[in-house]
């Protein structure tokens, strides 16, 4: 069974603050990276994916791989309540059907 | 575009009833996925289909069915409803390899 681990949280950081939410993976043939956000009562979207291995930055968030380690990771710079959300990590082994495997989630609360 | 389209948005059924969720997307989406989500848990993958008129079993298919007879339409029927298909309902599409899923704004299912 191919499985994504996510620490538990919750995570509570001030208002200002840098989130850092962390993600790891079983399966060594995992190509495609992903982070969700899910606000209470409302579906997963879209934050942020990556490929290879480094960093990828977008505005506040920043998305960091280590493909050796099994590893992802997502930081929030300057987190706003607004962040206050679920966050799901995802993996995909690709290979046509490209099925993405979700952890649990760390619920992420930003205190103003 | 509206997108990845879910109807009904929450229903509440006897054990022994069935129903069908319909998901209709119009991204022109290949790959489509239903999956489900118990509270505190991830999301686990129910079906999924890479084009019409192709389906297969995901991590927890007992007890549902799809078909995909059209590009657009990816219906999840559930025969015989059990308490343990108490979840919420997401169905999800997309596009081209590597690319995120965008998700349907979910069904709220009971079963009593």
């Known amino acids: 069974q191919k499985e994504v681990e996510q620490n538990s949280g919750p995570l509570s950081v001030p208002e200002g603050a840098i989130a850092s939410l962390n993600c790891t993976y079983s399966?060594?043939?995992?190509?495609?990276f992903f982070w969700y956000r899910q606000y209470s009562g409302k579906s997963p979207e879209l934050i942020m994916f990556?490929?290879?291995?480094g960093d990828k930055e977008d505005g506040r968030f920043t998305a960091q791989l280590n493909k050796a380690s099994q590893y992802v990771s997502l930081l929030i710079r300057d987190s706003q309540p607004s962040d206050s959300a679920t966050y799901l990590c995802?993996?995909?082994?690709?290979?046509?059907?490209?099925?993405?495997?979700f952890g649990k989630g760390t619920k992420l609360t930003v205190n103003p | 575009n509206a997108g990845v389209t879910q109807t009904p948005k929450f229903r509440i059924l006897k054990i022994g009833q069935s129903m069908t969720l319909q998901c209709t997307q119009d991204?022109?989406?290949?790959?489509m996925y239903w999956y489900r989500q118990d509270p505190g848990m991830g999301l686990k993958l129910i079906y999924y289909?890479?084009?019409?008129?192709?389906?297969d079993k995901g991590e927890v298919p007992n007890g549902y069915n799809v078909s995909r007879s059209t590009t657009e339409d990816f219906p999840l029927r559930l025969e015989l409803a059990a308490p343990s298909q108490t979840s919420v309902y997401f169905c999800?599409?997309?596009?081209?390899?590597?690319?995120?899923?965008?998700f349907g704004s979910g069904t709220r299912l009971t079963v009593v």
């Open positions: 999800a599409s997309r596009g081209g390899q590597g690319e995120g899923y965008t």
């Open positions: 399966d060594r043939g995992s190509q495609s």
């Open positions: 990556m490929y290879s291995n």
């Open positions: 995802a993996v995909s082994r690709g290979g046509g059907s490209e099925k993405l495997v």
């Open positions: 991204m022109n989406h290949n790959y």
């Open positions: 289909s890479v084009g019409a008129g192709i389906t």
